[in-house]
């Protein structure tokens, strides 16, 4: 850890340097951002977090309950969480497959259909690009920010991964048809 922080903070001209606890990770952050996979999400309590944090989640985070009535809360796509419980019910028959505490938007989903929160409490990210609904109205209001699963994220990543490929000159061609299939 410690020459991976030496190594990025030369890098990148910042103070980068390594803590031994996720409190102390976390403990008067401005921004916060959470990649994490595996069976162990992070549990976050609110006292580590300043006021005006911004937390983005793109993946699995425990957070406390009450703070996410006292947080605007940001989505890529309120459509798309809806879409993906509704797909994961299916497929496992119960809402219990999914871990919805670890998943901050279906957290947030399921305080909506429990009626703790209102639909209109959850800000699309796209709304807040446009202008049609404000960000950040105060320098003390904690923003959560979950933006997972956004489509045009997977094939930006794809084409870069692509284009490394073939400046490295590595990988196979692949012939998926030979003629497109539309249903």
Do not use: C
């Not at 006292?70 to 796509?77: A, E, R, Y």
């Not at 299916?90 to 279906?106: F, I, T, V, W």
């Not at 807040?128 to 933006?147: A, H, N, P, Q």
């Not at 490929?165 to 196979?172: E, M, T, Y």
Request: no cysteine; charged share 30%.
């Amino acid at each position: 850890a410690e020459e991976f922080s030496k190594e990025l903070s030369n890098k990148l001209g910042l103070n980068i340097y390594p803590v031994k606890s996720l409190e102390e990770a976390v403990h008067n952050s401005d921004v916060v951002n959470f990649a994490t996979a595996g069976d162990n999400s992070p549990i976050i309590r609110e006292e580590w977090l300043k006021e005006g944090v911004l937390l983005t989640i793109p993946s699995a985070a425990v957070l406390p309950e009450e703070l996410y009535y006292k947080s605007k809360l940001v989505v890529s796509s309120w459509k798309m969480v809806i879409e993906t419980a509704r797909e994961e019910d299916e497929l496992s028959g119960s809402e219990k497959y999914r871990k919805s505490q670890d998943r901050p938007a279906m957290f947030v989903l399921k305080l909506v259909r429990s009626g703790k929160l209102k639909e209109d409490e959850v800000i699309e990210l796209g709304d807040v690009l446009t202008g049609k609904k404000l960000g950040r109205t105060s320098d003390k209001e904690i923003i959560i920010s979950m933006t997972s699963g956004v489509p045009v994220q997977d094939a930006a990543w794809a084409y870069e991964v692509y284009k490394e490929a073939k400046r490295k000159g590595i990988g196979q061609e692949l012939t998926l048809w030979n003629e497109p299939y539309w249903f």
